[in-house]
C-alpha cells in the first residue's frame, strides 16, 4: 500500500491560533498536526507506532505529538489514517549538567536494587504508554507548586562522570511540606515510593498526555481516583535520589517525556 506523504509547513502550524500550547518542533518538545476537519469522525494518529493525541480547535482535528528527546534532527513522520505527515524537527542542544553524588549506592546498584528499579520501571512505563479514550478539550496546566520553574528539562547528566539518561522533568523549587497540586483534571493512575523518584504520583489526563510528581514527602491521593485542577495530591519532599527538597514534575505524550514549560500557564 502507497501512502500519500503531506509535507506540513511549520509556518502554516504556528497559524493554528489559541492553542494551550504553541507547537515546539525539537526534541522534548511537541509538534502540532492540523489532521481533519471535526465535523468528521477523529482520525487515528500514530508516532513510532505509539497513539498519539488527538483534540478539536477551530473546527478541526489536530494531533498534538511528544517529539523524543532522542530524536534526530530532521523529518519525523506522524501516521494519520492510511497517510502520513512530515514534520521538520529543529536540533536543540540541551545543556550538560555534571554531579558528584556522595552516595555511591545511587551510581551503582545492587542486583537487588536493580531487581526493583526494573519492576518500577514496568509500572511507571506501563503508565507513560496508556492511552485512555477520553476527549482532551485543554493542554494548559496550572503550576503545580507556585514556585521557581527551572529549565532543568533535557539536561544531559552525568553522575560522578558517568552519562546517564537525560533528565525528563523540570525542577520546581518549594520547600518540604508545600502542597502540590492537579494542574488539570484527570485520574491517578499510579502512587508508588521508588527508587529514583522516591514517593510519586501520575495522574493520566487522557490519550497519553500524563503527568509525573515525584520525591513527595507526603502522598494524599489513591490510584483510580479523579482529582481536578487545584486538588491537593501530596507534598513537596526529597525522597529517592535528590540532593534537597525540590518537585520533579513531568509530562509525558504518547510515551515520551516532553518539556513541561510547554504546557505551564502563566500564573496560579
Ligand atoms: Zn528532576
Known amino acids: 500500500m502507497i501512502s500519500r506523504t503531506t509535507t506540513l509547513l511549520l509556518s502554516l502550524l ?9 507547537p515546539s518542533p525539537r526534541p522534548g518538545g511537541v509538534v502540532i498536526v492540523e489532521v481533519g476537519d471535526a465535523a468528521d469522525n477523529a482520525p487515528k494518529v500514530s508516532l513510532h507506532g505509539k497513539p498519539v493525541l ?15 528527546l532522542d530524536a534526530e534532527p530532521g523529518e519525523l513522520t506522524l501516521d494519520v489514517g492510511a497517510e502520513s505527515a512530515v514534520v521538520e524537527i529543529a536540533e536543540h542542544a540541551y545543556r550538560e549538567q ?9 551510581v551503582e546498584q545492587s542486583q537487588e536494587q536493580l531487581d526493583r528499579i526494573w519492576s518500577e520501571r514496568k ?3 506501563a503508565v507513560l504508554t496508556s492511552f485512555t479514550n477520553r476527549p482532551v478539550s485543554s493542554l494548559s496546566l496550572r503550576p503545580p507548586v507556585p514556585g521557581n520553574r527551572s529549565d532543568s528539562f533535557g539536561y544531559r547528566r552525568f553522575f560522578n562522570e558517568q552519562a546517564r539518561s537525560p533528565h525528563k522533568g523540570m525542577d520546581m523549587s518549594a520547600a518540604s511540606g508545600d502542597p502540590v497540586s492537579a494542574p488539570s483534571e484527570g485520574l491517578i493512575a499510579a502512587t508508588g515510593d521508588y527508587f529514583f523518584n522516591g514517593n510519586t ?3 493520566d489526563h487522557g490519550q497519553g498526555f500524563v ?11 489513591k490510584e483510580g481516583q479523579s482529582v481536578t485542577v487545584g486538588d491537593v495530591i501530596g507534598a513537596v519532599g526529597a525522597t529517592g535520589r535528590v540532593t534537597g527538597p525540590h518537585l520533579h514534575f513531568g509530562t509525558y505524550l504518547n510515551g515520551t517525556a516532553v518539556d513541561p514549560a510547554i504546557f505551564l500557564l502563566d500564573a496560579n
Open 201 to 203: 504520583v501520575l495522574i
Open 123 to 125: 509500572i511507571i512505563d
Open 54 to 68: 488527538v483534540m478539536t480547535r477551530n473546527g478541526k482535528w489536530v494531533a498534538v505529538a511528544g517529539v523524543p
Open 211 to 221: 503527568s509525573m510528581y515525584c520525591h513527595l514527602s507526603e502522598i494524599t491521593v
Open 14 to 22: 504556528l497559524a493554528i491560533p489559541a492553542l494551550a500550547t504553541e
Open 98 to 106: 555534571w554531579i558528584t553524588v556522595e552516595n555511591q549506592s545511587f
